[in-house]
């Protein structure tokens, strides 16, 4: 894995432990040699991960809308900072420049990425792997619902388990380097 796009919160959330997480995972990379993909922002844990990977050493890679770049919320120390269309373009780009995503803590945004890096892998348009880091029980209840889905047969158990779930960023990092396996895409039903 030389790439990981971590989704996250644009805010830094209630609990100092968020933030400490975010820099965490920033350092892990950095010291694993592993760059960050990332939404480009300069807010909350975004900017917090963006911050970590950089001051230690990492390459860090923004994908940001037009939009967004111009109510100046993008990083402006990166190695690179792609500018795209809308929220579409991003994703894709974020997808296409990545071996792995990760989500941590966050909102809205964060949440409709993972579900979106989840739901394409299933359909075969990828086959990069996906981790859910939680952090002080953040997670627990999405998790549960998520089961709840499985068993009320909306989702096959080869599906749900796809999402790999830790709360240790060093275990995250050890499963998806294992889970970049070169396979091809395929579909899971
Ligand atoms: P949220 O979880 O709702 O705070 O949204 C954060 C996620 O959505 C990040 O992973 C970003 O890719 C994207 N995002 C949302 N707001 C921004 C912003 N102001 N600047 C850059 N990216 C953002």
Same mark, same amino acid.
């Given at each position: 894995?030389?790439?990981?796009?971590?989704? %996250?919160?644009?805010?830094?959330?209630?609990?100092?432990?968020?933030?400490?997480?975010?820099?965490?995972?920033?350092?892990?990379?950095?010291? !694993?040699?592993? $760059?960050?993909?990332?939404?480009?922002?300069?807010?909350?844990?975004?900017?917090?991960?963006? /911050?970590?990977?950089?001051?230690?050493?990492?390459?860090?890679?923004?994908?940001?809308?037009?939009?967004? +770049? $111009?109510?100046?919320?993008?990083?402006?120390?990166?190695?690179?900072?792609? #500018?795209?269309?809308?929220?579409?373009? !991003?994703?894709?780009?974020?997808?296409?420049?990545?071996?792995?995503? #990760?989500? #941590?803590?966050?909102?809205?945004? *964060?949440? $409709?990425?993972?579900?979106?890096?989840?739901?394409?892998?299933?359909?075969?348009?990828?086959?990069?792997?996906?981790?859910?880091? /939680?952090? $002080?029980?953040?997670?627990?209840?999405?998790?549960?619902?998520?089961?709840?889905?499985?068993?009320?047969?909306?989702?096959? /158990?080869? !599906?749900?388990?796809?999402? #790999?779930? *830790? /709360?240790?960023?060093?275990?995250?990092?050890?499963?998806? *380097? +294992?889970? %970049?396996?070169?396979?091809?895409?395929?579909?899971?039903?």
């Amino acid at each position: 894995m030389k790439r990981l796009a971590v989704y %996250c919160g644009s805010r830094m959330g209630a609990k100092p432990h968020y933030e400490q997480c975010a820099h965490a995972l920033g350092t892990a990379m950095a010291e !694993r040699d592993i $760059d960050l993909v990332y939404g480009g922002g300069k807010l909350g844990l975004m900017g917090v991960v963006a /911050d970590a990977v950089l001051s230690n050493g990492g390459q860090v890679f923004g994908v940001i809308p037009e939009a967004l +770049r $111009d109510y100046e919320v993008a990083h402006q120390a990166l190695s690179e900072l792609y #500018i795209v269309k809308d929220m579409h373009e !991003r994703k894709a780009k974020m997808t296409e420049l990545t071996d792995a995503f #990760i989500a #941590i803590p966050g909102g809205i945004g *964060t949440l $409709d990425e993972l579900f979106e890096a989840w739901t394409w892998r299933a359909l075969a348009y990828h086959h990069k792997p996906f981790a859910l880091l /939680d952090v $002080d029980g953040y997670w627990q209840h999405l998790s549960l619902f998520l089961d709840g889905v499985a068993q009320q047969k909306f989702m096959s /158990d080869a !599906r749900r388990a796809l999402l #790999i779930e *830790t /709360d240790d960023i060093n275990d995250a990092l050890d499963q998806l *380097t +294992r889970a %970049c396996d070169g396979k091809k895409s395929q579909f899971i039903w």
